[in-house]
């Protein structure tokens, strides 16, 4: 059998464990393949100056994703990617698989193209959510790549590596494609998560991680239950589909004890999809003694006050919500599933409990009106007692395989031709426009 060996370049995290990779891993180590992780994301993280860290942040991301200012990163970073093209290329491993995010895709295009030039043989695999659209493939030159990913990973590269090992050609597997502007392929139905093992990151050195790689990643589900017209995440993770509450808690107490993990972040777009799950979860927790802290995304539903206390006491600290908006009216637009009445009521109660609570509003919705802006200002005053943080005010733009991509008609835009710009440079029939979004935004 073919050895493949994992990596992940820069940006990701603080480093962060990823998540995903870990997943692969177990599955790869469930079925007795050959392979080895690389975290060169964390690798690299450690040999920069503490200046250059800083570009790890989250808010510097889009700095790695735009091609200009790319060129310039590429210049500082330049003695770190020739050492890891010559860490990878001196790996024994017949298939490198990269972890691709919108941040990391520019310098994983790199490292592949001189990974390339040395050895023209060896298999090089693109996955990550970010290669699934195919906006993000488009600047990856032809024959650079074998094989790109699509969605979920665990099955398709099994069948790829099993594949190899006979012999037999990898193009046309269910869920890749071979060529970055391909768009027609054999779709591979969804992992079932109660029949996916958790990550144990055996072959990952969990001390090489800062803050003793806490907040530690951990999953409940995948996909979600909500159908957001600006989400391009239900097109692309399917139904939600969860692992059992007992298998997370089994998790959280392997980390515990094993790796003394103390701290724990979900990585659910939604951690309360499951609320049967949820709840055996903090069970579990509160019932074994274990002393432990965590956060995650939600979404916006009634909790009452029993349900917020028992949160708190299984170790919830904190929550995200896409709050969005504070206008009904642009609520119900996006097809989001809550309305304001019972946001406020919900972040009361868990404030209550003493969890804290964050959100992200997105400004600028095709027809959001300045009255329906304001009405979302009022929510936060009327609410900010209740509210901890708003950690994000994105301006919106058109996520590919989103309902608004899909039907602009029906949302009153107008998308350019142009790929490269099309996302945010979208015309309303109200007249908004790009400059009008931001600005808008700087209220």
């Not at 790319?70 to 698989?97: N, S, T």
């Not at 995440?233 to 004890?257: A, C, F, M, N």
């Amino acid at each position: 059998m073919p050895e493949i060996l994992l990596t992940i370049l820069p940006p990701w995290g603080r480093p962060t464990i990823p998540i995903g990779l870990g997943y692969l891993s177990q599955f790869l180590l469930e079925h007795n393949l050959p392979h080895s992780v690389d975290d060169l994301n964390m690798e690299i993280y450690h040999r920069v100056s503490s200046k250059q860290r800083a570009l790890w942040k989250p808010e510097r991301g889009a700095e790695w994703a735009d091609p200009e200012r790319f060129l310039e990163l590429q210049e500082a970073m330049e003695p770190h990617i020739r050492w890891a093209v010559e860490r990878l290329d001196k790996a024994p491993a017949e298939v490198i698989g990269f972890s691709i995010n919108q941040s990391n895709n520019r310098l994983s295009v790199e490292v592949a193209r001189r990974l390339r030039k040395r050895d023209p043989g060896r298999i090089l695999i693109f996955g990550g959510q970010c290669v699934s659209l195919i906006g993000e493939r488009f600047h990856i030159p032809d024959r650079l790549i074998d094989l790109f990913v699509l969605g979920e990973g665990e099955v398709t590269l099994l069948h790829i590596l099993e594949l190899l090992r006979e012999g037999k050609p990898i193009h046309d597997v269910p869920g890749t494609v071979s060529v970055p502007t391909d768009i027609e392929h054999i779709p591979r139905p969804m992992v079932q998560m109660d029949q996916l093992a958790w990550p144990t990151y055996d072959k990952f050195d969990l001390d090489r991680y800062p803050n003793n790689a806490e907040p530690f990643p951990i999953s409940l589900g995948r996909g979600c239950i909500c159908r957001c017209s600006f989400c391009g995440d239900y097109p692309l993770w399917g139904k939600y589909r969860s692992h059992l509450g007992t298998q997370v808690v089994d998790e959280i107490r392997h980390h515990v004890y094993s790796n003394g993990i103390m701290e724990f972040e979900f990585n659910d777009l939604a951690v309360n999809s499951n609320p049967v799950a949820l709840n055996e979860i903090c069970e579990g927790i509160i019932e074994e003694g274990m002393i432990v802290q965590w956060s995650s995304y939600a979404y916006i539903e009634d909790l009452t006050p029993h349900q917020c206390a028992k949160l708190r006491a299984a170790g919830c600290v904190m929550l995200r919500f896409g709050m969005e908006s504070g206008s009904d009216a642009v609520l119900q637009r996006m097809h989001k599933p809550h309305r304001t009445a019972q946001a406020a009521k919900m972040l009361a109660n868990l404030t209550e409990a003493g969890i804290n609570c964050n959100i992200g509003l997105m400004v600028g919705f095709p027809n959001e009106t300045e009255e329906e802006l304001d009405e979302t200002i009022a929510f936060l005053v009327d609410n900010q007692d209740n509210i901890h943080e708003v950690d994000s005010v994105s301006v919106f733009y058109v996520k590919p395989m989103s309902g608004v991509e899909k039907h602009p008609d029906k949302f009153g835009i107008s998308l350019p031709g142009d790929d490269a710009s099309r996302w945010n440079r979208w015309v309303g029939d109200d007249g908004s426009t790009y400059d009008k979004r931001v600005a808008r935004a700087h209220r």
